[in-house]
């Protein structure tokens, strides 16, 4: 089971970047996806989550109305759009799965780094 985000960079104040989950290694259809970040010396927080059915989203109020979860079941892949970029989004981004039945994330990716200049 692998989980690999990709996508990270650096860009300026007001910037977008997309970022992207690979998911392998079995069938993902009973899971939901989700994106976290951990800001330097913060601790790691929700960001947003998908079904791969599509018919649910959550997304953190920090980031709702600006962040698009989205996912291409074809390609086993989980996208987070972000336009509008702000210093304070800066932060390593990680894309996890948890079973529908559960609450816990139990599957994590390498994380990849966003980081907005002011």
């Known amino acids: 089971v692998q989980l690999q985000a990709s996508g990270g960079g650096l860009v300026q104040d007001g910037g977008s970047l997309r970022l992207s989950c690979v998911a392998s290694g079995r069938t993902w259809r009973d899971y939901r996806m989700a994106w976290f970040r951990q800001a330097p010396g913060q601790e790691r927080e929700f960001v947003a989550s998908?079904?791969?059915?599509?018919?649910?989203?959550i997304y953190a109020d920090s980031v709702k109305g600006r962040f698009t979860i989205s996912r291409d079941n074809a390609k086993n892949t989980v996208y987070l759009q972000m336009p509008d970029l702000k210093p304070e989004d800066t932060a390593v981004y990680y894309c996890a799965s948890r079973l529908l039945t559960t609450t816990n994330y139990d599957y994590w990716g390498q994380g990849t780094l966003v980081t907005v200049s002011s």
């Open positions: 998908i079904t791969w059915a599509g018919d649910s989203t």
